[in-house]
């Protein structure tokens, strides 16, 4: 009998995957395509079976592709620039590319080990010049279609990191990566105007039905569109006016003051007019705090001037409070204390009048009446019309025409979502193709003149300023334009910018002259199923829509959506927290190939839990998994090696094939389904090996179609999940090609037909057993069972039948 030896296994059909490009994806328009992504990884030195958990979901759905007959584009990718290689390059002395190549060796073995089914002809690096040169070409098609954009603004800044960071990269006030504090800094940086399509990136995601609910809601919630309107406040003491963004006119006659951003520009003028210490003390204060901090606890000062209400004339005081974001709407902020709660507590804490002008529909008490419902009222007649009375709706929408009618006010719509801030004062990132001349101030590198090259001799500071400014060579250039002499822009791109197109590239990585080949991005895109981590919802997913949806209006890509259905894993936790090399809880993929082999730790990550739950790592588990990995292994070998009978010996081999075809069935079913809910199709494997393990008298006596049929449904239905077992299997039974040549097996419905089926026996209402039946037996032939059950007929061999209420295949419930 033939043992098991995982790694001898994985080594041997790992190097024939690779020998014979098993897993290469041809341009061929004659098949049906299948296109399975995962995001691909940041470099960073070392996977473990946390990261391996996102590559052994998106291997199963490939391979199960495969099977079908699709033509499945399965690569593979390393998001290589960014923050961590140039923070080791200071601490380690190592230069960010050779500290990044070693890395990406490494992992790249260890997917291979794991036996991941990647086409990697097709594996790209975004920090090598031959990637990056269509990057740049991503920055000036958006620059030549007026997309970006260069101004001086507050923006956030990492001082651990020392780099700018977008809005969406800031998250409870902290940085993304590094997980410290983010605070504030102005400086001239490049912009993306991603607000431009925060309508079309909203309502396209009614169309991702392969999404989840709750990411899509999150690309909602950050978008965040506002309806209301624009009302200009008229500040007799600077003659100008103060304009306020609101989505509730209707509480425009409850004003009493209003609030302005530390950083609006009317609170320089106000310095300007009038000397004010407090003021002049409370600005440095609010500017040296996070966004998180000035939020949370609601802090103001008054100006000394006033604004008049455009409804009544009333003068309202304008105060600067820490609250108010300057980037969010105008920066100004109406306050109405008696339906808004942070209003209410504002002028709790500043003795500010409280004005109610809604009527509440229920009893308010030391709070704000924030509903939009209930009646106006203390308000009296507004352009001759008397309000109360009216509903607050209503209100609303008159108030707002009234205003527009006197060239005060007009409706608009706000977004939470800010521009996209790309700028980013480091080295290890895209050269940003513009430079600077005297003569033709701001000019974009020609295309042809792609890609503008990061310099290899750089010193690294981590000092805050972009290591490139230091490079005269890199610095000093000629104008594209003029011919004179010119600066090259310093700061680099934003890593996202990279990720936001890497997908298309895979289509053709080898195109020289263009990012991609047409044809064959119509061929494979869009991506079938993507696979991911949640915490990319608002990053990298809506980056990657915009630019494709940009690219779309160009004709540039065939998709508006470049990914049809997305699948968010969840972690791997050990000891209750996600595994971490920072928290010391990992499992490396090493010891466990080691130990039990890259099927096992594939397997026990794809059964614990539904591929989007977390799972808890569990020594007792994997060993279980391994243990039923031996025994369906030695299992198949058996009936590989079993005698064969002949047809009239055979005994029972439809309800046999019944059980192997109810697993076929169900595995089937989660891949067709997109649930993927794998830990319930291994449960099955087991349920089946279990059953045919308790059958092997009735398994042995199948004549050779119906064992070859057992045999060769035990080998697929395996497949996807332990790939090398598989194959090994497959080679054992005689077979020249490799598993994922040949096809999935089809269903034959008419094993799925129970002969025998059990159903619950009542008496008078009470369950007293159960007996097994012919299936759709009738009543005659059910009471004829009952009698031959003793347990059961005792109850009512000696009484009078009154009823017998019967469901077919279901119940039967006797009255005596």
Request: aromatic residues 12%; glycine residues 6%.
């Amino acid at each position: 009998m033939k043992t098991l030896n995982f790694q001898e296994i994985e080594r041997k059909w790992q190097k024939y995957w690779e020998d014979n490009q098993i897993y290469k994806a041809v341009f061929d328009k004659t098949k049906p395509k299948y296109y399975v992504l995962e995001m691909f990884p940041y470099p960073s030195g070392q996977l473990h079976m946390g990261h391996a958990r996102n590559y052994c979901i998106g291997d199963a759905i490939a391979r199960y592709y495969l099977l079908k007959g699709y033509n499945v584009l399965h690569p593979i990718g390393w998001d290589a620039f960014g923050l961590p290689a140039e923070n080791a390059a200071i601490k380690h002395k190592i230069h960010p590319k050779k500290w990044t190549d070693n890395n990406i060796e490494n992992m790249r073995k260890q997917l291979k080990q794991l036996g991941i089914s990647y086409d990697w002809s097709r594996e790209i690096n975004t920090s090598l010049p031959e990637y990056y040169k269509f990057t740049q070409w991503m920055f000036l098609k958006l620059y030549e279609n007026d997309m970006v954009y260069r101004k001086k603004g507050i923006v956030n800044w990492c001082a651990y990191c020392n780099t700018v960071l977008a809005n969406e990269q800031v998250i409870d006030g902290k940085c993304w990566r590094c997980h410290n504090i983010v605070g504030k800094k102005e400086l001239e940086q490049w912009y993306v105007r991603i607000t431009k399509y925060a309508d079309s990136l909203l309502s396209e995601l009614d169309s991702l039905e392969g999404w989840s609910d709750y990411v899509k809601q999150m690309q909602r919630n950050w978008i965040g569109k506002s309806s209301g309107a624009k009302i200009n406040f008229r500040v007799p003491e600077l003659n100008e006016f103060l304009e306020v963004f609101t989505t509730r006119a209707d509480t425009l006659p409850g004003v009493t003051f209003i609030s302005i951003a530390p950083e609006h520009p009317m609170v320089r003028k106000i310095l300007e007019k009038n000397s004010n210490p407090e003021l002049d003390l409370y600005l440095r204060r609010s500017m040296s705090l996070t966004t998180t901090e000035r939020t949370k606890e609601k802090t103001g000062v008054f100006t000394g001037l006033y604004a008049e209400n455009p409804l009544n004339g009333n003068l309202i005081p304008i105060w600067v409070a820490n609250y108010v974001l300057v980037d969010y709407a105008t920066g100004a902020v109406m306050g109405v204390p008696a339906h808004d709660q942070r209003d209410y507590e504002f002028a709790k804490v500043y003795n500010l009048p409280i004005i109610p002008v809604i009527m509440p529909e229920y009893e308010v008490e030391n709070a704000a009446y924030e509903e939009s419902k209930g009646k106006m009222f203390n308000v009296g007649f507004v352009g001759g019309i008397l309000v109360d009375g009216m509903d607050c709706n209503d209100f609303r929408k008159f108030v707002v025409k009234y205003l527009e009618s006197r060239g005060i006010a007009k409706e608009d719509i706000n977004y939470r979502l800010k521009d996209w801030l790309i700028s980013r004062q480091r080295y290890w990132g895209a050269p940003i193709p513009i430079v600077y001349c005297d003569s033709c101030g701001v000019v974009p590198v020609p295309f042809e003149d792609l890609p503008v090259m990061l310099p290899d001799d750089i010193e690294i500071t981590g000092k805050g300023d972009s290591p490139l400014a230091y490079s005269s060579e890199f610095v000093n250039t000629l104008c594209p334009k003029c011919k004179g002499k010119a600066k090259r822009e310093t700061d680099t791109m934003d890593t996202f910018v990279c990720s936001s197109w890497y997908f298309w590239r895979y289509t053709s990585p080898n195109e020289t002259d263009k990012p991609f080949d047409p044809e064959e991005l119509g061929y494979w895109m869009p991506v079938d199923q993507y696979i991911g981590g949640i915490e990319h919802a608002v990053m990298h997913l809506l980056y990657s829509r915009f630019m494709s949806h940009f690219l779309y209006d160009l004709g540039v890509v065939p998709t508006k959506e470049p990914f049809k259905n997305l699948l968010n894993q969840g972690m791997v936790c050990k000891d209750g927290k996600a595994m971490s090399k920072s928290l010391g809880n990992i499992v490396s993929i090493e010891e466990i190939i080691e130990k039990y082999g890259a099927d096992t730790g594939r397997v026990f990550e794809l059964f614990v839990a539904p591929p989007e739950k977390d799972i808890e790592w569990s020594d007792n588990g994997i060993e279980g998994v391994h243990r039923f990995l031996n025994r369906y292994f030695k299992y198949c070998i058996e009936l590989i090696n079993s005698e064969v009978y002949n047809h009239d010996q055979e005994v029972d081999h439809k309800r046999i094939l019944n059980k192997v075809y109810k697993s076929l069935y169900k595995i089937t079913e989660e891949f067709e389904t997109q649930r993927y809910h794998f830990n319930t199709s291994i449960a099955s494997l087991m349920e089946m090996l279990n059953y045919l393990e308790d059958n092997k008298d009735s398994v042995r006596r199948l004549n050779i179609k119906h064992k070859e049929i057992l045999i060769n449904i035990l080998i697929k239905v395996l497949a996807p999940f332990a790939p090398h077992i598989a194959e090994e299997l497959w080679s054992l039974w005689g077979k020249k090609d490799s598993v994922f040549k040949d096809k999935w097996p089809d269903i034959n419905t008419e094993y799925l037909v129970e002969e025998k089926i059990t159903i619950p026996v009542q008496i008078n209402g009470k369950l007293r057993g159960q007996i097994e039946i012919e299936n759709n037996a009738e009543i005659d032939q059910i009471m004829d069972c009952i009698k031959m059950d003793h347990k059961i007929y005792k109850h009512i061999s000696d009484k009078t039948i009154k009823n017998i209420i019967f469901v077919k295949n279901k119940i039967v419930n006797i009255i005596v």
